[in-house]
C-alpha cells in the first residue's frame, strides 16, 4: 500500500533489512517520533501488505466503515482506507507478491480481498511473533526474528501453478501493460483457463492484478512531477480522463491529490529497488 495525507514523514525513522531475505518478500520498520496523532490515508498496491503493529496504542484500520484493530493483512482488493493511532510507536511492515502470499498465508479470500485481522491467518502464533518483537529494540534483530517465522511457514511445495508465477512476474515487469490473451499465448494456456486459475489460485483476476501494476506505476510517475498526460500515455492509460477515472475508483480522489501523497517521497527509501 501507498500512503496519502498530511503526514511530517522527518519525525518518521525508517529502517531496511541489510541483508537478504525471503525471497519475494521485502520488509521496512517505521518508528514514529511524533508525539500528534497519526491519521494517514493509504492507496492501493499491487504487493500484499501485512502490518505488524509493535507499539501499545494499537494501530486501527478503518476499511468501508469496518475496522481492525492491530496486526493485520491487506489484500489486493483493499481501496482507500485510513490508519489511525495514538502517534508514538513502530510498525514493522511487510510486502509479498501474491505468488509468495498465496504459499504463506494460504489464504486466496484474504489476499484477494480487503483487509483482514492477522490473527484469523496465524492464530496463536501472531501474539508470539509480535511479543517477541516489541521485546527486541534491534531492527536488524526483529528482520531476522520476522524473515524466520515467514520461512517456517513456507510449504515444502508451492501451490501456485508455475504458469502462474511466469504471468505475474511478466505483468509487473511489463508494467501492466500486456495483454492477457498474450499471457495466455505466452503460457499454453486457453485465456479462460488463465483467469480462471489465477483468480482460483491468486485471489483476483490477470486484469485486476495489471491494473493495481499500472496504478502503482502512475502513482509514482505522478509524485515525480510528471504532467498528468505523460503519466497516463507512459503508464497505459487511453488519455488523461481515463487515469482520472480510475485514480477515483480505486482511491476515491483524485491524480493531484496522488501526486501530493507524503509516502511516495519515502518509498525509495523504504522499498529501495536495488
Known amino acids: 500500500m501507498t500512503v496519502t495525507g498530511r503526514w511530517d514523514w522527518s ?3 525508517v529502517a531496511v533489512p541489510l541483508g537478504p531475505s525471503v525471497p519475494g518478500i521485502r520488509m ?16 492501493p498496491h499491487p504487493l500484499v501488505t501485512v502490518l505488524l503493529d509493535l507499539s501499545e496504542h494499537g494501530v486501527v484500520h478503518d476499511v468501508s466503515g469496518g475496522r481492525v484493530t492491530g496486526n493485520a493483512v491487506i489484500g ?16 514493522l511492515q511487510i510486502r509479498m507478491s501474491p505468488v509468495v502470499a498465496a ?3 494460504r489464504d486466496t479470500d484474504i489476499i484477494g ?26 531492527w536488524d534483530d526483529r528482520f531476522a526474528i520476522t524473515a524466520a517465522f515467514l520461512r517456517s511457514r513456507f510449504p515444502r511445495k508451492s501451490g501456485v501453478a508455475p504458469e502462474l508465477a511466469y504471468v505475474w512476474d ?7 501493460r500486456v ?7 505466452e503460457t499454453g494456456w486457453t485465456r479462460q483457463r488463465l483467469w480462471s486459475r489465477f483468480r482460483t489460485q491468486l485471489g483476483v483476476s490477470p486484469r485486476h492484478a495489471s491494473e493495481l501494476v499500472r496504478f502503482d506505476r502512475a502513482a509514482h510517475l505522478l509524485a515525480g512531477g510528471r504532467p498528468l498526460a505523460e503519466v497516463a500515455a507512459e503508464a497505459g492509460y487511453a488519455d488523461q480522463s481515463h ?8 482511491t476515491g480522489t483524485t491524480p493531484t491529490v496522488v501526486a501530493r501523497a507524503p509516502w511516495l517521497a519515502i518509498d525509495d527509501l523504504a522499498w529501495p529497488t536495488t
Open 28 to 43: 521496512a520498520g517505521f518508528r514514529y517520533r511524533e508525539d500528534a496523532p497519526v491519521d494517514i490515508t493509504m492507496i
Open 103 to 105: 504459499a504463506i498465508l
Open 179 to 185: 495483454r492477457i490473451h498474450t499471457l495466455a499465448t
Open 11 to 13: 519525525r518518521v525513522d
Open 243 to 250: 487515469l482520472h477515472r480510475r485514480t477515483r475508483a480505486a
Open 113 to 138: 480481498g480487503a483487509v483482514a485481522p492477522l490473527t484469523e491467518l496465524w492464530g496463536p502464533a501472531t501474539t508470539f511473533l509480535i511479543e517477541r518483537l516489541r521485546a527486541t529494540p534491534s
Open 76 to 91: 489486493l482488493r483493499a481501496g482507500a482506507f485510513r490508519i489511525t493511532s495514538a502517534g508514538v510507536g513502530d510498525v
Open 170 to 176: 511478466r505483468t509487473v515487469r511489463a508494467g501492466g
